[in-house]
Every structure is written in C-alpha cells, then in structure tokens.
C-alpha cells in the first residue's frame, strides 16, 4: 500500500468539467448533469485499493444521507487498466453492483479528469457548492486501515453539513490519504 496524500486542489476553484462513461449505466455523463442542486462530491476511487475498500460503507451511507438532500454524488476511476486490469469497466460494474453504488461510477480512461482535478490517490474527495466552487478537499475523517480508529466521515460529513446549512467550512482541511493514482505510461 501507498501511502500517497491528496495535492489540495485551492479552494475556490471550479469545479473542473468532463464527459465520462457511467459504468452502471453504460451512458456518458458530464459534471453538469451529474451536479446536485445544494452541491457535488466528486470522488476518486478504484476497484483494488485497500484504502478505497476501508471506506467503501461510509462513502455508501453519505451518498444515501445527502443525496435525497439535494447533494450530487459522484465517483471516477481514472487508473491505467493496462497496467491494472482489475479497475477495468467491466470491474468497476462489479465492483459498484457489489457495494450497493446507487450513484455514478465513471471511468476517466484519458486520464483527463483526474489531471484537471489535480487527484492524486484513492479516495481522493472534492466538494463544490452549489455555484460549483471548491469548498472541500481532503480526508473522509482520521480512519485508516491499519489504525483502529473507526469509520465516522467526519470530516467529509461536517463539510457538507457546511453546505447545506450555510456554515462556515475551516480552510485548514487535512489531505486524503490513499493508494496513489495508477497513471498511464
């Protein structure tokens, strides 16, 4: 396992367009239609990453609690599946009928997405507010898979609190911690 930490995209920042394909549905989607009304939670995950896999039910029951709240849930898998066959399309359907992933799960075969988000590891998290602006990048919450502190999402969970209720979000957020983003050769 790598332990890579998110770049820390600035905050303020738009949140960067794609046109990616939706491996539960087989339909390509870009952020403006996947956007939610209150705000969006993009998030880089991958099929294979223990980090990914250890927070897999929390990012499940934050997507169930928030989006009937009008927040958008997204998630992309931008690695090289030459390399890594396992974060193959065909995977990540498995993977997300597996998890129970009622939300998008794109595929960034380009790698494009990923650059224009600066992502560096799985999971990496962004949340935008509803005018599209960054207004949190980081860490779900202190849990890792080694270091017996449990799940809660914390993190991520007081952040889109922040949204929906208007309150303010700290600017200093802690960097996401995970396997690193598998980019093409």
Same mark, same amino acid.
């Given at each position: 396992?790598? @332990?890579?930490?998110?770049?820390?995209?600035?905050?303020?920042?738009?949140?960067?367009?794609?046109?990616?394909?939706?491996?539960?549905?087989?339909?390509?989607?870009?952020?403006?239609?996947?956007?939610?009304?209150? $705000?969006?939670?993009?998030? =880089?995950?991958?099929?294979?990453?223990? =980090?990914?896999?250890?927070?897999?039910?929390?990012?499940?029951?934050?997507? @169930?609690?928030?989006?009937?709240? $009008?927040? $958008?849930?997204?998630?992309?898998?931008?690695?090289? &599946?030459? %390399?890594?066959?396992?974060?193959?399309?065909?995977?990540?359907?498995? =993977?997300?009928?597996?998890?129970?992933?009622?939300?998008?799960?794109?595929?960034?075969?380009?790698?494009?997405?990923?650059?224009?988000?600066?992502?560096?590891?799985?999971?990496?998290?962004?949340?935008?507010?509803?005018?599209?602006?960054?207004?949190?990048?980081?860490?779900?919450?202190?849990?890792?898979?080694?270091?017996?502190?449990?799940?809660? $999402?914390?993190?991520? %969970?007081?952040? &889109?609190?922040?949204?929906?209720?208007? %309150?303010? &979000?700290?600017? @200093?957020?802690?960097?996401?911690?995970?396997? @690193?983003?598998?980019?093409?050769?």
């Amino acid at each position: 396992m790598a @332990n890579t930490p998110s770049n820390m995209l600035p905050l303020g920042t738009i949140a960067p367009a794609f046109w990616l394909k939706d491996t539960n549905s087989n339909h390509s989607y870009s952020f403006a239609q996947l956007k939610g009304e209150k $705000g969006t939670l993009v998030m =880089f995950i991958c099929n294979h990453c223990p =980090f990914v896999h250890h927070v897999m039910e929390e990012i499940i029951m934050i997507a @169930n609690d928030y989006r009937v709240q $009008g927040i $958008g849930i997204i998630a992309i898998s931008s690695n090289d &599946i030459e %390399r890594y066959p396992m974060d193959s399309p065909e995977k990540m359907s498995e =993977f997300a009928f597996e998890n129970k992933m009622d939300f998008p799960y794109l595929f960034d075969n380009t790698q494009e997405a990923a650059k224009a988000y600066d992502a560096a590891c799985t999971p990496d998290f962004y949340l935008f507010d509803s005018q599209d602006k960054l207004v949190y990048r980081g860490q779900l919450d202190d849990s890792r898979p080694a270091n017996n502190i449990p799940l809660s $999402g914390s993190d991520l %969970r007081n952040a &889109i609190d922040g949204v929906l209720y208007n %309150r303010s &979000i700290p600017e @200093n957020q802690k960097p996401s911690l995970g396997c @690193n983003i598998k980019w093409k050769v």
